[in-house]
């Protein structure tokens, strides 16, 4: 039995969730919507999750803090962070905890395909 991979997708911006889901399921894949960490954090779609794309800075509780609370529970959740503000000194704390991929908005489809296929391909 196959499994199809989850790809969960948390972002504030409605447009920019639609346009990753719909790149997702062009790859095959099963895209998880959510408008903020928070819906993610107390979904059970968290426990299916195989990739997560976050978005850095949204209201609430921001993408790196995410990450932190993943961490602190001890899910090992691949993270693609997509934000509109790339400060390096964020992209260094979230390489640092982890990330595999840290890409600016507006962000090259290859690049993204690239960063899940790469996460896809070692599960």
């Known amino acids: 039995m196959n499994h ?5 997708i948390v972002d504030d911006d409605t447009s920019c969730r639609m346009a990753l889901a719909s790149l997702v399921r062009s790859l095959g894949y099963e895209p998880c919507l959510f408008s903020c960490a928070e819906d993610f954090l107390k979904s059970t779609e968290i426990n299916d999750t195989d990739c997560l ?6 209201p609430g509780m921001d993408g790196l803090e995410l990450q932190r609370i993943l961490a602190q529970e001890g899910r090992a959740i691949p993270i693609i962070f997509i934000t509109a503000y790339p400060k390096d000194s964020v992209r260094v704390r979230a390489v640092a905890a982890g990330a595999v991929c840290f890409l600016a908005k507006p962000y090259n489809a290859q690049t993204i395909i690239d960063c899940i296929e790469r996460i896809v391909l070692k599960s």
């Open 53 to 58: 794309i976050s978005d850095v800075q949204m």
């Open 4 to 8: 199809t991979p989850h790809i969960s």
